[in-house]
């Protein structure tokens, strides 16, 4: 018995580890029912959502757009976003905030930061002493960091994307541009933990575009390698990206299509922007001229002036795209003085002849890092909302050597839409097709470090070396282990970017410092004291690329391992459980939201790692080796358990190095021949147990110091994070303030208006009339003196003052308005109940189903309704049309529910009573029914008794279709004699009619 307990324990554990994982996940679940996508261009955003019933669709913005501007305006007492904030540019121009991005992850000494003071002069920047960032100084109490703005517009998003899936929604992927380096990366991330949301991935904007394309043509993606450019232009940069589709096979879902990036090359200035500010130049320009002679100021030193400008110089490209040329038409530009020029296509060209120049760069930038040339490029895209512009067209035609471009995508959304369905492919909530994606890096990662060689004899030196931990255009997201092997003490290490040589010399400077992160390791010597009979496999740093492009060190690690004698004991309960979860689970991701992860390249034996070419002999002095991806750990098959090994799976190279099979593949264990050719005997196989490779792990304190651009301490973070809620609780209660006040003054307008009208005066005295007048005028007074100070609770305290005032006029006027519906309706229930109750009483003794109590009781509600409505007429007629009404709409209501209640309760009885069998004469036969039998009656099938044939039928069976659907209300039998026609005439009156209450 004890025996069999035991035995069933296990499942029993299992059970419940099974319900304990599911319940995880619903509750997972509950909170992740839609997701979102936000596109961030330069200048406008997309906004997508996926929800249960509603795959991948753009959200509409409260002016019912498609895309909203990246605009904030900030305010002392008001804040305003996208297309509010675009509208105030002008009148306010200082305080609105656009194209910050650009300021993103960059200290006060980039270039990027001087081209926008120069751009947008109005904007005062001041710099923070701690981390050398630019910030916005709106006013001495007002400052914001780029980060700060950013979240505000990701929350603006946000509420965007709940208002239009009517639920909450937290999880997000974020488009940035595929050059954004580190520090830009982790600014973002940054600005979305201010925001409130929760990053699943920052996505590449060319992927993301690439994603889109490969999921609307899924079916014409093959076998065969599709080469594929697409050139983005957007306003602010311009990306230019080769991609690879084909089919690949996957272990989960077979052959899946599959997108590769191949080749990257881009040009942060070059975009819609840069053509804009030389248009606004030359309008400036031709301004200045017209009023040369009368000692006017310049209108470059006029913010306001200068914001117009900007915008007619957007609406000006645009119009020049499909015009040859176009009047620009400013009114009351400066000083009153209206502004009016004739501005050509062609003089736009001159303009912006050097920036058309570099319009082919990105293109020989994206050939030279996919070492391809334009005879493997199937076809090129155009992306962005600067590739309209003709000229652009014109030049990259010529630069590809196509025959045309391909404009079979949708420029301004293909980037969100691919972003929500990479967000659908992340969440738990939703299952989509798998489309394998395999972003690339696009600037390298190495590690450097320095170390004490002996050359000679008694001459030591020190030596640096450079390891390339991701190398250019190599596949993320990705986990890198490299082993460090000739150190037994605490020691430093550096993270830095690798050969940038391919940017030119101002991308440079823009980029920022190459130097990433130092590493201090503590407690290394006190490892090797704590195993000091172990032999060292190395101190292993685990690094992680995630599907965001954000490096980090996971972990370092100090490794030992020996050689042990295997224990004979047996596996425990608890280790059989978790061994036969984790088969079932294949440690417990999904397969389906992983497979549009990005595919890295498969698990390699460890091997030195790439060394500079002068330093072949340091190879052996690191090691690295590339760990499979999370998805690979997790889709290991059940059959290959890894038994005894004590290190995590990244580590099995140094296993196959030191030549060692796995205790798995040894003969004594498969039950193989030995050495001479004789299986040992399972007695001998048990006492010859081999000793096995025993590992410990000793986990290392790490230190870090970051290089290129400090994050924001926690405490800082918190306090932006709180500033930002703060403004969003100011910006919720002027909306409710805002609220208030016009419901008010609706309310006043509405009401003076209604005093005139005959409905209203009809139940109203002069008096009464002009008592609310007086009320309502004051009130108005109030609302246009003081009004703009009130609080939102005075607001609403003389909303709910004057709605009291009048709450009896507007009662009775509401009443006299349902009176006729009401009571029409009241009438023809009693008509119908009394016709049902006489059709009732006329069934005979011996098919009546309602008993005398019941007929009694609705007769009873009859008369007392009647009686009711009759002395409630009465006495109504009597009070003058100002008095409160006793005929309520609700009375009448109440009476008419009785009444029913009544009628339904003997419907339903006569529904679902069986009828009462039919009596028999002598000779087994049935008696006929009487004269006045309803029809319904007669129309019931009848089961014969025993010994009686089914030949023997109802006599003349009604018509099926009417018996189905009016059971009682049928034609009677047609019988013969004499009384035959009076009876169906007495019949019709008073069976036939009340019937029809079966519809109440």
């Known amino acids: 018995m004890a025996a069999t307990v035991r035995r069933q324990r296990p499942r029993r554990l299992l059970c419940w580890a099974l319900v304990a994982i599911l319940l995880a996940d619903l509750l997972a679940l509950s909170d992740t029912l839609a997701v979102m996508s936000v596109d961030l261009g330069s200048e406008s955003m997309k906004v997508a959502i996926v929800k249960p019933g509603v795959p991948m669709e753009i959200v509409l913005n409260k002016e019912s757009r498609r895309k909203t501007p990246v605009t904030v305006t900030l305010k002392e007492n008001e804040r305003f976003l996208g297309d509010s904030a675009a509208g105030m540019a002008i009148k306010n121009p200082k305080a609105t905030l656009r194209y910050f991005q650009h300021l993103l992850g960059k200290q006060a000494d980039n270039p990027h930061v001087a081209l926008y003071r120069s751009r947008f002069p109005e904007h005062e920047l001041n710099i923070d002493p701690e981390r050398q960032t630019v910030r916005f100084q709106i006013s001495p109490q007002l400052q914001f960091s780029p980060e700060e703005v950013l979240g505000m517009v990701l929350n603006y998003s946000r509420s965007l994307a709940e208002d239009f899936a009517e639920q909450p929604i937290k999880d997000a992927v974020i488009t940035v541009p595929a050059f954004f380096n580190q520090a830009e990366r982790r600014a973002v991330l940054q600005a979305a933990r201010m925001a409130g949301l929760k990053v699943l ?34 306003s602010g940069s311009t990306v230019c990206t080769i991609v690879t589709y084909q089919t690949v096979k996957t272990k989960e879902a077979g052959m899946q299509p599959q997108l590769q990036i191949r080749g990257v090359g881009f040009d942060r200035t070059l975009g819609g922007l840069e053509m804009e500010l030389r248009l606004r130049e030359h309008l400036a320009r031709l301004f200045n001229e ?6 006017a100021k310049d209108v470059r030193e006029n913010p306001r002036a200068m914001a117009k400008l900007l915008r007619e110089a957007n609406r000006l490209k645009t119009v020049l795209s499909a015009n040859a040329d176009h009047m620009a038409q ?14 050509t296509r062609v003089e736009f060209e001159e303009l912006c002849a050097d920036l058309f120049e570099r319009v082919p760069g990105p293109v020989q930038q994206a050939l030279q890092s996919a070492e391809m040339n334009l005879d493997e490029i ?15 067209q014109e030049v990259l035609l010529k630069a590809v050597g196509k025959e045309e471009l391909g404009k079979n995508i949708n420029a301004d959304e293909a980037a969100a839409m691919g972003a929500v369905y990479q967000a659908a492919a992340l969440s738990k909530a939703f299952k989509v097709k798998p489309f394998v994606v395999r972003d690339a890096v696009v600037y390298p990662i190495l590690v450097e470090f320095t170390r004490e060689v002996e050359e000679e004899p008694g001459v030591r030196s020190l030596k640096h070396n450079k390891r390339v931990l991701f190398s250019r255009m190599g596949p993320y997201p990705q986990r890198k282990v490299i082993t460090f092997n000739r150190y037994s003490h605490d020691f430093n290490f550096h993270i830095n970017y690798g050969d940038l040589g391919f940017l030119g010399p101002e991308d440079l400077r823009v980029f920022g410092s190459q130097n990433l992160t130092t590493v201090k390791l503590k407690g290394v010597g006190e490892s090797f004291k704590k195993y000091p009979d ?28 020996t050689l042990v004698e295997d224990s004979p004991e047996e596996e425990s309960t608890l280790t059989k459980l978790g061994n036969t979860i984790s088969s079932l689970f294949g440690g417990g991701t999904s397969s389906d939201a992983k497979e549009n992860g990005t595919d890295a390249v498969q698990e390699e034996e460890e091997s030195p790692a790439e060394g500079s070419k002068d330093e072949p002999g340091e190879q052996g002095d690191l090691k690295e080796e590339a760990e499979a991806p999370m998805e690979d750990i997790s889709q290991t098959p059940p059959s290959e358990p890894t038994k005894g090994d004590a290190a995590p799976e990244e580590e099995k190279p140094d296993e196959k190095e030191s030549g060692d099979k796995p205790e798995a593949q040894k003969p004594s264990e498969k039950g193989q021949a030995g050495p001479e050719g004789i299986p040992p005997a399972p007695e001998e196989a048990k006492k010859q147990k081999p000793a096995r490779k025993q590992k410990m792990v000793e986990e290392i304190g790490v230190e870090l110091t970051v290089l290129d651009l400090p994050d924001l301490p926690e405490d800082e973070l918190a306090r ?28 006043i307008f509405e009401t003076q208006d209604k005093l005139y009208q005959p409905e209203y005066q009809e139940v109203s005295t002069e008096e009464q009339r002009e008592e609310i007048s007086g009320k309502l005028s004051a009130a108005s007074t109030w609302l246009e003196d003081e009004g703009f100070g009130a609080t939102t609770v005075m607001l609403k305290e003389k909303l709910t003052e004057l709605r009291k005032l009048c709450q009896g006029l507007f009662f009775r006027v509401e009443e006299r308005k349902k009176w006729p519906e009401r009571l029409s309706a009241l009438d023809n229930l009693l008509n119908h109940s009394s016709i049902f109750l006489k059709g009732a009483r006329l069934i005979p003794e011996m098919d009546q189903i309602f008993t005398e109590v019941e007929m009694t009781t609705l007769e009873k509600v009859i008369n007392d309704t009647w009686a009711w409505k009759n002395a409630t007429l009465a006495e109504q007629a009597k009070l003058p049309a100002t008095e409160k009404p006793v005929l309520l709409s609700k009375d009448i209501e109440a009476k008419m529910m009785a009444l029913d209640r009544e009628v339904q309760y003997l419907l339903n009885k006569a529904k679902f009573t069986k009828p009462r069998p039919r009596p028999k004469d ?14 319904g009656d007669q129309g019931e099938k009848v089961i014969p008794p025993a010994g009686q044939t089914e030949e023997a039928k109802p006599i003349l069976e009604p018509d099926k279709e009417k018996t189905d659907t009016e059971p009682v209300d049928s034609e009677p039998l047609e019988l013969g004699g004499p009384g035959a026609e009076s009876e169906e005439k007495e019949q019709e009156a008073g069976q036939k009619r009340p019937l029809k209450n079966d519809e109440l």
Request: aromatic letters at 6%; a negative charge; proline letters at 2%.
């Open 201 to 234: 991935q920052l996505i590449n904007d060319n992927t993301a575009t690439a994603l889109s394309y490969g999921v609307f043509r899924r079916k014409d993606i093959n076998s065969t390698a599709q080469n594929i450019m697409f050139y983005d232009m957007g």
């Open 290 to 295: 017209q009023r040369k002679g009368q000692n």
């Open 330 to 343: 400013i009114e009351g530009l400066m000083d009153d003085v209206d502004f009016k020029a004739k501005v």
């Open 378 to 392: 199937e076809q090129v895209i155009l992306v962005g909302g600067a590739t309209r512009v003709p000229k652009v």
């Open 534 to 561: 172990y032999e060292s496999k190395g101190i292993k740093a685990h690094f992680n690329l995630d599907e965001s492009g954000v490096l980090s060190l996971d972990r370092v690690e100090s490794v030992f391992e």
């Open 720 to 747: 932006s994070v709180q500033k930002l809620e703060d403004l969003t609780l100011r910006d919720l209660e002027k909306q409710e303030r805002e609220k208030a006040a016009n419901s008010l003054e609706a309310f």
């Open 922 to 935: 002598k000779n087994g036969n049935r008696t006929e029914p009487p004269l006045n039998a309803s029809a």
